[in-house]
């Protein structure tokens, strides 16, 4: 992932997909901490970020630069406490419920995906502040794939400029914060393109990033780090040249 040109390393000890079974936070930590331990020792992560994927307090503080709960705050009451104390950047991501349940019906209901999904991130980024999480360290990640229909993905990979539109009625400080969206391999774009086997969603997840990035992401979550680059690079200068004409 490094010599791809990853950015960041996100590190993760347990399962967040659909009906995955929640596991403790002892047992996740027996499984991050001899990973964890091991990529910081490695030279060339030096220049990089160290993110690690958990819900639970205990295990971020381990000399990570980066949090990444998949339940912005609500699945451990001291998260937002212990982030705020590191004084790391927080990415608080949208989802209903927990994974075992995400995708029951009651959590798939919406009239409108964005400005609901948006409310409720303003909701959370709300506690994230009270908490003492400073507005400049929050990263907002819709939650592609989390609590939501096919359907629902699909508008808020086009409808990210009015998410971000949305926030900034409610907070100023919140409609800049970066946006990072994660739909790599998820099973919307198995669905979409009739794949099954996870590892042959690449192409579909390269357009899902595309997409993604002309409509206003900051930070792409992947698993192919050397395709998902070249279509980054490309945006970005799509953008530029966009900016130009402007």
């Known amino acids: 992932m490094i010599s791809e040109g990853a950015d960041i390393i996100d590190i993760g000890a347990q399962s967040t ?10 047992e996740e ?6 990973v964890l331990e091991a990529v910081q020792q490695i030279p060339e992560v ?16 381990k000399g990570v ?5 998949v339940s912005g705050g609500k699945l451990d009451s001291d998260m937002l406490k212990v982030v705020s104390g590191l004084e790391v950047p927080y990415v608080l991501m949208h989802m ?33 502040e009270s908490s003492g999480i400073l507005a400049w360290r929050i990263i907002l990640d819709p939650g592609i794939g989390f609590s939501k229909k096919n359907e629902d993905n699909l508008d808020i990979l086009m409808g990210l400029s009015t998410i971000r539109e949305e926030i ?26 009739n794949r099954i086997d996870a590892s042959r969603r690449d192409p579909a997840t390269v357009a899902a990033v595309t997409s993604g990035v002309l409509g206003g992401a900051n930070i792409v979550r992947v698993h192919n780090v050397r ?18 004409y402007t």
Not at 29 to 34: N, S, T
């Open 29 to 34: 930590l027996d499984r991050l901490i001899p």
């Open 168 to 193: 900034g009625l409610k907070s100023l400080a919140a409609s800049h914060a970066p946006i990072l969206i994660g739909p790599s391999r998820k099973r919307f774009l198995g669905d979409i393109c």
């Open 227 to 244: 395709d998902n680059l070249d279509a980054v690079w490309l945006c970005d200068a799509l953008l530029k040249r966009k900016k130009a």
């Open 96 to 128: 209903r419920g927990d994974p075992s349940m995400m995708q029951n019906s009651e959590n798939l209901q919406y009239e409108n995906a964005c400005r609901q999904v948006t409310s409720e991130l303003y909701s959370q980024v709300r506690e994230a």
């Open 46 to 61: 030096e220049d990089k970020f160290l993110s690690v994927d958990t819900f639970y307090s205990e295990a971020v503080n």
């Open 65 to 69: 630069h980066l949090v990444n709960d």
């Open 17 to 26: 997909r659909p009906f995955a079974t929640k596991i403790s936070a002892e």
